[in-house]
């Protein structure tokens, strides 16, 4: 029994081959990358310490924009938006070690650098 590799190399080769002066098979698209990925912007989170930041305006409001009466909701606030920033420090540092994905610009500008070659062999 033949190798499967060389039984899809003879198919592929039988596809390919002009029978009638016309390929068989004919992209609908040139098989080569463009020189520009789209620029898509990634999906934006939840927000964070919206209930520290309401309970403050909340305290604010009831007591006439006094600073010094809510000084524990606005210590609770900040408290919370220092965590939030650590965690995100965090998320980013470990995600762009392992996902081994590049941000579209990044892409875009490699794929500039280095072109395809648009005609065909």
Not at 24 to 49: H, I
Request: charged share 25%.
């Amino acid at each position: 029994m033949a190798n499967p590799s060389m039984q899809i190399q003879e198919k592929v080769s039988r596809l390919m081959s002009r029978q009638n002066g016309k390929p068989v098979l004919r992209p609908s698209r040139p098989l080569s990358l463009k020189d520009a990925v789209a620029n898509r912007k990634p999906p934006k989170g939840e927000g964070t310490c919206i209930t520290e930041m309401s309970l403050m305006m909340a305290c604010w409001k009831q007591h006439n924009f006094v600073e010094d009466l809510c000084s524990s909701e606005v210590q609770a606030f900040y408290s919370c938006v220092h965590k939030a920033q650590a965690a995100m420090k965090n998320k980013s540092t470990l995600a762009g070690q392992d996902r081994g994905r590049l941000p579209p610009k990044q892409a875009t500008t490699l794929l500039k650098r280095f072109p395809n070659i648009r005609t065909e062999i």
